[in-house]
C-alpha cells in the first residue's frame, strides 16, 4: 500500500505510530483514512504494483509500501533509515539487521529517500517502507543549523518511535536535526578515509547525549578518531546469514579471481587490471578474472574505468566484465571461484568480503580495507599494499602458482566469519545495545 503523507496533522501525536501498520485485519481502508485523517491524503487509487504489497496511488512525495505479510507488535517501535535500496554494502546490513530485530519481536520501520531493488525484501521480512523523497532536501544541505529546513513528515514519525537507527555517515544532518531532543539515536557509521574528505567539513564535531556512535567495523572507528570529532564510537560489526553449502565441485583448472563492486576509483578496479597486466604470460593462461559492476549513472571516471575494462576483456579471453547481477546470481559466482579481490584504496568492510568468508573462499585485499584487519597474510587470506599494482601482481602470482595450498586459507578465512560475523554474534551485540537505550 501507498498513502500520500502530506499536511501531518497533531491529532494524530496521540495515537502510537505503529498501530495502524499491525495487521490489514485491524482497520479497513476505510477506518484507517478516517482515524489518521491529516496524514494521508484520502483521495487515492487501489492499483497492484507487484512487489508483495498492495499500493495506494496518490499525488505525494512519499509513499508508505505496506508489506501482505501479517506484521505482530510484540515489543518496542524501532525506525531504520538509511540513505537508499540499493544492493550494495549499507543497504543490505540494514536488511539484515531489520531482519534480527523482527525476529526478536520488534516492530521495525524503514525511512529512506530512495527507492531500489531491496525494497521487495523488506517487504517480504514485514517491514513497511516509507519512500520519503522530501529527505532528499536536506541530505546534503552544508548547513550546520538544526532549522534549516521546515518542519518535515520525518520528524512526525521519529517522535512515535522509542529508538531510531541512522545508517551511514551520509545521514549527519538528519543526526544533526534531532540534537537535543527526546528521541533516542543511534548513528551506525561505516566510511572510511575518502567519505571524509568529502563530508568531513560537514560532519557535526559534537553530538548531544541522547545520540550514541556505533561503527561497522574498527577500521572505520580508526578513521573516524583521527578526525577532531568530540565523541567515541563503540565498534558494532554486521553479522551475515551463514549460507555455507559444501559444494563438490572439481577443483578449477584455472585460478579464478573475482572483483564486485561499484566501478570506481574507489573501488580499485583499474589497480587489478594494472596486476593483471603485470603478469607474465604463462601465468596469466593459468588463470580467469571476473569483474561484476556498474558505475554510478554521473560517474564520468568510473564510466571511463568501465569502458577500458571492456577494452581489454574483449582483446583477453581470461577478463570477463559483467553488468551487476542479482543477489542470487552473485552467490551462484562466489560457488564457482577461488579468490575474492577487493583492490578498493578505501573499503571499511565490504560486506562481499564477509560473505565470502563465510562460504569458505579465499579474500585478497588491500591494507586501505576493514577486512585487512582480521587477515594474517599466507594464512587465512592475504594482503596487499593499497594502490600497488606490483605488489597486487606479485601475489597474484604468487596464489597461482601454488594453487594446491589454497584449500587451508579457505578453511582458515571461514574461521574469521565465525568468530566475527557470525548472525548470531551480531544478534547479541545489537540487543544488548538496543536495551541499554530502550528500556
Not at 150 to 170: C, G, P
Not at 307 to 312: C, K
Amino acid at each position: 500500500m501507498v498513502i500520500n503523507m502530506n499536511n501531518i496533522d497533531n491529532d494524530t501525536n496521540d495515537f502510537s505510530f505503529s498501530k495502524y501498520f499491525i495487521s490489514e485485519l485491524c482497520f479497513s481502508k476505510e477506518e484507517f483514512i478516517k482515524k489518521f485523517k491529516g496524514l494521508i491524503n484520502t483521495n487515492v487509487n487501489k492499483k497492484n504494483d507487484g512487489v508483495a504489497s498492495d499500493r495506494l496511488y496518490a499525488n505525494s512525495s512519499s509513499q508508505i509500501y505496506y508489506p501482505k505479510k501479517n506484521i505482530i507488535n510484540n515489543t518496542k517501535n524501532i525506525l531504520l533509515v538509511t540513505h537508499e535500496l540499493s544492493r550494495t554494502g549499507a543497504p543490505i546490513v540494514v536488511l539484515d539487521t531489520a531482519k534480527v530485530l523482527v525476529k526478536n519481536g520488534y516492530f521495525v520501520t524503514l525511512i529512506t529517500p530512495q527507492n531500489g531493488p531491496l525494497l521487495k525484501e523488506f517487504l517480504d521480512i514485514g517491514v513497511p517502507v516509507i519512500i520519503m523523497n522530501e529527505m532528499k532536501y536536506i541530505q546534503y544541505l552544508v548547513s550546520e543549523t538544526n532549522n534549516f529546513v521546515e518542519k518535515l513528515d520525518l520528524d512526525n514519525f521519529v517522535n512515535n518511535f522509542d529508538l531510531t537507527i541512522m545508517v551511514t555517515a551520509t545521514l549527519y544532518n538528519f543526526v544533526r536535526r534531532y540534537f537535543n531532543t527526546n528521541n533516542k539515536i543511534l548513528w551506525w557509521i561505516h566510511e572510511g578515509a575518502e567519505s571524509y574528505n568529502i563530508l568531513d567539513s560537514r560532519m557535526p564535531k559534537t553530538i548531544t547525549p541522547n545520540i550514541k556512535v556505533l561503527c561497522g567495523g574498527q577500521y572505520a572507528a580508526d578513521q573516524l578518531k583521527l578526525r577532531n570529532y568530540l565523541y567515541y564510537p563503540r565498534v558494532l560489526n554486521y553479522g551475515v546469514f551463514d549460507e555455507y553449502k559444501v559444494i563438490s565441485k572439481p577443483r578449477n583448472k584455472k585460478v579464478r579471481f573475482l572483483l564486485a563492486g561499484t566501478i570506481g576509483k574507489r573501488k580499485g578496479q583499474l589497480i587489478l587490471l594494472q596486476a593483471i597486466q603485470k603478469l607474465p604470460k604463462k601465468i596469466q593462461e593459468n588463470s580467469e578474472f571476473i569483474f561484476i559492476g556498474d558505475p554510478y549513472e554521473n560517474d564520468l571516471e568510473g564510466i571511463s574505468i568501465k569502458e577500458q575494462l571492456q577494452e581489454y576483456a574483449t582483446q583477453h579471453e581470461n577478463v570477463k566484465l559483467y553488468q551487476s547481477v542479482s543477489r542470487y546470481e552473485l552467490y551462484k559466482l562466489y560457488e564457482e571461484i577461488d579468490v575474492l579481490v577487493l583492490a578498493s584504496i578505501d573499503d571499511p568492510m565490504p560486506v562481499v568480503a564477509t560473505e565470502n568468508f563465510m562460504l569458505g573462499n579465499i579474500c585478497l585485499c588491500s591494507t586501505q580495507t576493514g577486512t585487512s584487519y582480521y587477515i594474517e597474510n599466507g594464512v587465512n587470506g592475504f594482503v596487499f599494499q593499497s594502490g600497488n599494482s606490483t605488489d597486487l601482481s606479485d601475489k597474484l602470482s604468487d596464489i597461482i602458482k601454488n594453487k594446491k595450498d589454497l584449500d587451508k586459507i579457505k578453511l582458515n578465512g571461514r574461521k574469521i566469519y565465525d568468530k566475527y560475523f557470525e548472525i548470531g554474534i551480531f544478534e547479541r551485540k545489537l540487543l544488548q545495545i538496543i536495551q541499554g537505550e530502550v528500556r
